[in-house]
C-alpha cells in the first residue's frame, strides 16, 4: 500500500539529515484513503471550499492555511491556523459560521481522513471539452418520437420535481392529489430542477455535473436526454424570451469553470464558454464558478453570475456564433439570488461580502450593491407589498438571525429603492430559503443550517399585513413535529418552502439522514395548519421543491 504525502521527497531528505520531527508532523494517507476522501471532499466540501481549495461560502483550505508547518507550529498570518486535531473538531462540530457538523454523516474514520486529505496538495481534475460532452451525451427519446400532445391527463401546471438529494433522483409529485407520479433517475445530488418557457420540460442538473432533460407531455414523465455538461455544476435555465421559446438551454459548471449553451429539445452542445478571468480586484483566478442562471424577459439574454470573480455577464443568446456578453463588475462570490416583481431588476447574493447586488436587465448595468448583515442566502428571495416601504424583496441570512427586506420599487418608492428597508428577527442563523406568493399574505422562512436541532426542525411564519409594526415577531412552527416521523439520530432539517401554482398551500421538506424515511409537509397558508404528509418509501432526503407554474413564471 502506497503512501501519498505532500512532499515524500522533502521527508526524505529530512531523514537523511537526521530531522525526524519533519516525517512524523508530514500528513499522508494511503492510496484507498486517499481516493475515498477525494470522493468525500467533493461530495461535501467542494461546493462551499473550491475544487483547488480557494475558498468561496467556504475559507480557503490551501495547504498553506490547514498544514502545519515542518517544524510543527501553525501557520501564522492566516485565518485558519489549523492542523490535524483542529481540522477534526471542526469538521465533526462545524462552526458558527454556517458550516455543517459532519459527526452524523461521516464516520470518525472519514473524519479523520478528510482532514488530513486538506493538507495535502489538492489534486486538479481534468477540463470537459465539446468531444467529452458529445461522447456522454444521450438522446434517449429523440423529438420525433415524443407526443405531440400532453397524454395523460395530469394538472401538469401543479407537479411538484423534487429533489431527492442522496439517492440521485427527482420525484414528479402531482400537487392536486399529493401522490407521487414517479421517480426518475438523474444526477448525483441533484441540485435545482427549471422549467422551458412553454412548461413541457424540466431541466435537472446534478452536483456531478450531469443534466437531464425530462418531458412532461409524455403518459408518464420520462428523461428523454443526457449529458454530462462537467464534473460540478450547480445551475441551469432555459431561453425563455418571446421567439426563443424552448429553443435553448444553458448550464453553468463549478467544474470546469464555464457555461455550455444546448439545443433545449435535445441537448446537444452548442457552445462552451469559460469563465476563467480576472476578479473585481484585477487578481486572475483559476477558478470561477458559475453560480445562479435567469433567464431575462426583456431581451434574448441570460443573467449569468460568476461566483469568484464577482462579475455578471449579460449572455446574449440570439446569435450564438457571435456571442455577445456584457460583463457587469459587482462583488465577489456571488451565490444565488431571484428577480423583483416586476422581473427588470435581478438581485444576487455576494454573500461572503454580506453584500445583494442589484442589476436591471434591461439597462444592461449594475444598478445597486446593497450592505446587508451576513451572509445573506435568498434561494430565489421573496418579493411582496410591504404595507410601509411598497414593493421589496426579501432574503434571509446564513450567517445573522434576521430577515432583510430591500426596496425594488424605483419610480414609485424611490426613497426605498436599492435600500435596507427593515430587518426583522428569525428564530435563528442558519437559513437558507424565505417564500411568498403573489396570492398570500404570509413569508416563510426555514433554518436548516442552525446548530440546534429544534431552530433547524422549525419554520417563521410573518403576517406581511404586520410588518410595518414596531417589534414584529414571527410565529415559530415546528414543521418536523408535523411530519410524525420516527425518532432518528440525524436532526430533520426543515428546508426550502414551495408554494403550489395556486398559492393556497405552502410545502416543506424534512431532509433526515440518508437511510431514514422522511416526508414533505404541506401546509395550509391561511391556517398554517399541516394539510397533507406526503410519506412514501422513494422520498428520502428531499430538499429543494420545484413547482411547474411558479417555476415556469418565476413566482416567487
Ligand atoms: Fe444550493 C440553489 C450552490 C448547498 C439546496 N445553490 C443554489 C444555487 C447555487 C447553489 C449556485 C443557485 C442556482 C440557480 O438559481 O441557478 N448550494 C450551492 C453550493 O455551492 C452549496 C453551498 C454547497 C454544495 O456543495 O452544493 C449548496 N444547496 C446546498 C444544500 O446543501 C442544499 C440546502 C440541499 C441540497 O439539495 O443540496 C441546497 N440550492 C438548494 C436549492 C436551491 C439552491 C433548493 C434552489 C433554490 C430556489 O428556490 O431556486
Not at 33 to 44: D, G, L, M, P, W
Request: charged content about 25%.
Amino acid at each position: 500500500m502506497k503512501n501519498i504525502s505532500m512532499s515524500a521527497l522533502g521527508i526524505a531528505v529530512g531523514l537523511v539529515l537526521g530531522s525526524s520531527m519533519v516525517s512524523a508532523a508530514e500528513p499522508s494517507l494511503s492510496d484507498e484513503a486517499f481516493a475515498a476522501s477525494k470522493r468525500i471532499y467533493f461530495e461535501r466540501c467542494a461546493g462551499c471550499h473550491g475544487v483547488l481549495r480557494k475558498g468561496a461560502t467556504g475559507k480557503s483550505l490551501e495547504p498553506s492555511w490547514t498544514k502545519k508547518k515542518d517544524d510543527g507550529t501553525v501557520e501564522e498570518g492566516g485565518t485558519l491556523k489549523l492542523g490535524q486535531e483542529r481540522l477534526e473538531k471542526i469538521i465533526t462540530l462545524g462552526t458558527e459560521g454556517g458550516m455543517v457538523n459532519y459527526d452524523d454523516i461521516l464516520t470518525k474514520e472519514e473524519i479523520k481522513n478528510i482532514a488530513t486529505y486538506i493538507q495535502l496538495e489538492p489534486p486538479v481534475p481534468p477540463e470537459w471539452g465539446m468531444q467529452d460532452q458529445l461522447a456522454s451525451w444521450k438522446l434517449i427519446v429523440p423529438p420525433e418520437k415524443r407526443p405531440t400532445k400532453q397524454m395523460s391527463k395530469i394538472n401538469l401546471d401543479n407537479v411538484f420535481s423534487v429533489t431527492l438529494r442522496d439517492t440521485g433522483e427527482v420525484a414528479l409529485i402531482d400537487g392536486d392529489n399529493k401522490k407521487v407520479i414517479t421517480v426518475l433517475k438523474t444526477g448525483y445530488a441533484v441540485h435545482i430542477s427549471r422549467m422551458s418557457a412553454s412548461g413541457r420540460y424540466i431541466y435537472v442538473i446534478g452536483r456531478d455535473g450531469l443534466t437531464s432533460l425530462v418531458d412532461l407531455w409524455m403518459k408518464t414523465p420520462e428523461v428523454v436526454a443526457t449529458i454530462k455538461s462537467g464534473m460540478d455544476a450547480r445551475s441551469v435555465d432555459t431561453s425563455k424570451f418571446k421567439g426563443y421559446e424552448d429553443k435553448y438551454a444553458v448550464v453553468g459548471t463549478y467544474w470546469p469553470p464555464q457555461y455550455t449553451i444546448y439545443e433545449g429539445d435535445t441537448l446537444k452542445p452548442l457552445k462552451i464558454v469559460s469563465t476563467r478571468s480576472v476578479t473585481v480586484d484585477g487578481e486572475y483566478h483559476p477558478e470561477p464558478r458559475v453560480a445562479s442562471i435567469v433567464a431575462s424577459s426583456f431581451k434574448p439574454e441570460w443573467v449569468i453570475n460568476i461566483k469568484e470573480t464577482g462579475l455578471v455577464k449579460l449572455v446574449d443568446y440570439s446569435d450564438i456564433k457571435n456571442l455577445k456578453e456584457i460583463t457587469i463588475e459587482s462583488s465577489k462570490f456571488l451565490h444565488d439570488g431571484g428577480w423583483d416583481a416586476s422581473k427588470r431588476y435581478f438581485l444576487v447574493a455576494a454573500n461572503m461580502s454580506n453584500q445583494v447586488v442589484v442589476i436591471d436587465a434591461k439597462e444592461g448595468k449594475l444598478v445597486a450593491i446593497v450592505d446587508t448583515e451576513k451572509k445573506p442566502h435568498p434561494g430565489r428571495g421573496a418579493n411582496f407589498v410591504h404595507p410601509k416601504f411598497g414593493p421589496v424583496w426579501a432574503t434571509s441570512h446564513l450567517g445573522a438571525d434576521v430577515i432583510t427586506m430591500i426596496g425594488t420599487d424605483p419610480k414609485k418608492h424611490p426613497d426605498n429603492a436599492w435600500k435596507v428597508v427593515q430587518t426583522v428577527p428569525i428564530h435563528g442563523s442558519g437559513s437558507l430559503f424565505v417564500k411568498t406568493h403573489p396570492k398570500s399574505k404570509n413569508l416563510w422562512a426555514d433554518a436548516p443550517l442552525n446548530p440546534e436541532p429544534s431552530i433547524a426542525q422549525s419554520v417563521a411564519v410573518y403576517n406581511i399585513g404586520d410588518l410595518g409594526k414596531e417589534g414584529v415577531e414571527p410565529e415559530i412552527i415546528d414543521v418536523a413535529a408535523m411530519a410524525e416521523l420516527p425518532e432518528t439520530k440525524a436532526t430533520k432539517r426543515v428546508v426550502h418552502a414551495e408554494y403550489n401554482s395556486t398559492g393556497d398551500e405552502v410545502w416543506f421538506s424534512i431532509w433526515a439522514g440518508k437511510t431514514d424515511s422522511s416526508a414533505i409537509v404541506v401546509i395550509d397558508d391561511k391556517t398554517r395548519k399541516v394539510k397533507t404528509v406526503i410519506k412514501d418509501p422513494r422520498i428520502i432526503t428531499p430538499t429543494g421543491k420545484f413547482n411547474v407554474h411558479n417555476t415556469q413564471h418565476d413566482i416567487y
